[in-house]
């Protein structure tokens, strides 16, 4: 069973490193001849993927810090600050969720043309800072803070941005490595909002850049291959490294209520 | 004491951009769904008109919108049992003290929901082409004749359907695992203390435990899978004869290649209201199952 789950991968780590036009034969060969990295350097060198690569990590970089920023703030004031309308507006916020996130994607597009956000990172990056999800995350794990704990700090004369920072950020600190993993994960992978809002290949994520190389160069299997690994390799490793929390993370953001 | 002023300020940053990039615009897409923002309006917004209905009227009029309702649906009721089933399968192989390097299992049954949608598809159009696929090739050892399996309209949807049952099944399989992990040893226990065979063990004690597990995997399975739209768009292209047009395909083309803004946001109400309708009749129906 777990061959089925990762020969894909497998086979498609495999045929990168053959030469082009070795994957086209019959049988199907498993092992590359003479591996070489040739299908690497025609992508890096004449396709731009090194771009794709680099806009990726930008993008996916900009997204997970500044989202983390914003769903923390949210997520510790939902369960630890006291205003007026606080429940009813987290559950109108949980309601949204119903709401798929294609149905925004016309207008929000407008409205992205009309400030001039069109093909830029700005465009990509502005509407995943922040996310019902998250703040749902930071929330459950916050609630477990100490109110004594806090109350101390205000008794002292701290201000909230103080205690925010030195008391709640630390004992935050499991859940900011979760969130941190599953907004990267989310915005390395997102392909339909990237795919609108960049019309241009300057701008282009690994996703987008390699599905419309996989449009001009179809039969190239090897040279796909090689990009495909470009595309899932970081996001692989990341969860291989990480994925205690990722899975943990998983969990705790299933179990709503 | 903390300020109401204080937490304001703490919710402010998310709230502005929840409220600006997705609220605002989930307005706007129903004010946008009753116009005929077209091309023309893009250029001038004074060509814009109101319609009412009109965008709506004129959909449930297409056979193109129907089909690819009929696509999606047809993903959806396929799709969301197998990629249940193999969660469900895969979860309880993992819980079963016969399992060895449980771990590592895990983790190689995960990797694949880890993955970029385009790259994996990409791997998996390799896989099913007709001529040096994998797979044709291993039916060619057993003498079935090679399935053009993304070219021919009877085969690419299931083909789509294989390949999502692939990509997802991990996910669930982690949310079945720790609900299985829950149910109490000691029912399983005195089950095989009565004699009761395996597959009474399965029907009689792990199903009525999964039930509330069950349900929430499923709403969220179908909510995700009435989304389909990167499989097609790389697999296929919607063809072969536009036989995996899903509806957020049929939203995309209409609003970003041809730029009817106005019409393809009554496509995007349309795919909500059916997602909303079947959520709804899921929760129903599983209070109902209670009651009983």
Known sequence: ?257 | MNSPRSAWLFLAPALVVLGVFFLLPVLAALVLSLTDYDLYALADIRNLRFVGLGNYWELLHRPLFWSALGHTLYFVAAGVPLSMGASLGAAMLLNSPLARCKPLLRTALFAPVVTTVVAVAVIWRYLFNTRYGMANYVLGLVGIQPVDWLGDPHWAMPTIIAFAVWKNFGYNMIIFLAGLQAIPPELYEAARIDGASSWRQFRHITLPMLKPTMLMVAILTVSGYFQLFAEPYVMTEGGPLQSTVSVLYLMYDEGFKWWNLGSASAVAFLLFLVMFAVTALMLRLSRRGEET
């Open chain 1, 1 to 257: 069973m777990a061959a089925v789950a990762l020969f894909p991968l497998l086979w498609m780590l495999s045929v990168s490193f053959m030469a082009p036009g070795e994957a086209s034969a019959l049988p199907p060969p498993l092992l590359p001849k003479h591996p070489s990295g040739t299908n690497y350097r025609e992508l890096f060198v004449r396709a731009g993927m090194g771009r794709y690569l680099l806009n990726s990590v930008l993008v996916a970089g900009a997204i997970t810090a500044l989202s983390l920023v914003f769903n923390l703030m949210a997520g510790y004031a939902f369960a630890k600050l006291r205003f007026a309308g606080r429940e009813r507006l987290f559950q109108a916020l949980l309601g949204a969720l119903v709401i798929p996130a294609q149905v925004a994607m016309l207008p929000l597009f407008l409205l992205l043309k009309y400030l001039g956000l069109v093909n830029s990172y700005a465009g990509v990056i502005a509407p995943a800072l922040a996310s019902v999800f998250g703040i749902f995350l930071v929330r459950q794990y916050a609630r477990d803070i100490p109110d004594e704990l806090l109350e101390a700090a205000r008794i002292d004369g701290a201000g909230e941005w103080h205690i925010f920072a030195r008391i709640v950020l630390p004992l935050l600190k499991p859940i900011i490595v979760t969130l941190a993993i599953f907004s990267f994960l989310a915005a390395w992978n997102d392909f339909m909002w990237p795919l609108i809002v960049l019309t241009g290949q300057e701008h282009y994520t690994l996703p987008i850049g390699l599905a419309s190389l996989a449009r001009e160069h179809a039969q190239d299997s090897e040279l796909m291959m090689a990009g495909s690994v470009v595309t899932v390799l970081p996001v692989l490793a990341l969860f291989l490294a990480l994925q205690r929390h990722y899975l943990q993370g998983l969990l705790l953001g299933s179990v709503k209520g």
